[in-house]
């Protein structure tokens, strides 16, 4: 079975900065792939930031300068800095994984956390 759960999730200033993390565990070789997505109370979910297996990265143009995604594979885990936060981001954040293990490829959501930027 895989795992996958975020933390880091919280209530900020406008301004300020997080960093959530969203780790893999479990029957996993390595994470090949990961995305951070949010939705926001009465929006769609959207990508925010995705990483590949070789490193590259893209993002939304809402966040772009201010949010980086990172991967840790030693730890099978993948992190988003968010730095100059705005009231507009605030949201549940979900990381989806795409993972090797030994039963194949799989992509797995962990349950989310939640981001609250006060103005």
């Known amino acids: 079975q895989v795992h996958v759960v975020e933390s880091g999730g919280g209530l900020v200033q406008a301004g300020g900065s997080l960093r959530l993390s969203c780790a893999a565990s479990?029957?996993?070789?390595?994470?090949?792939?990961a995305g951070w997505y949010r939705q926001a109370p009465g929006k769609q979910r959207e990508l925010v930031a995705a990483?590949?297996?070789?490193?590259?990265?893209n993002y939304a143009d809402s966040v772009k300068g201010r949010f980086t995604i990172s991967r840790d594979d030693a730890k099978n885990t993948v992190y988003l800095q968010m730095n100059s936060l705005k009231f507009e981001d605030t949201a549940v954040y979900s990381c989806?994984?795409?993972?090797?293990?030994?039963?194949?490829?799989?992509?797995?959501w962990g349950q989310g956390t939640q981001v609250t930027v006060s103005s």
């Open positions: 989806n994984a795409a993972v090797w293990g030994p039963l194949g490829y799989g992509a797995h």
């Open positions: 990483i590949g297996s070789d490193g590259s990265t």
């Open positions: 479990g029957r996993i070789f390595s994470i090949n792939s």
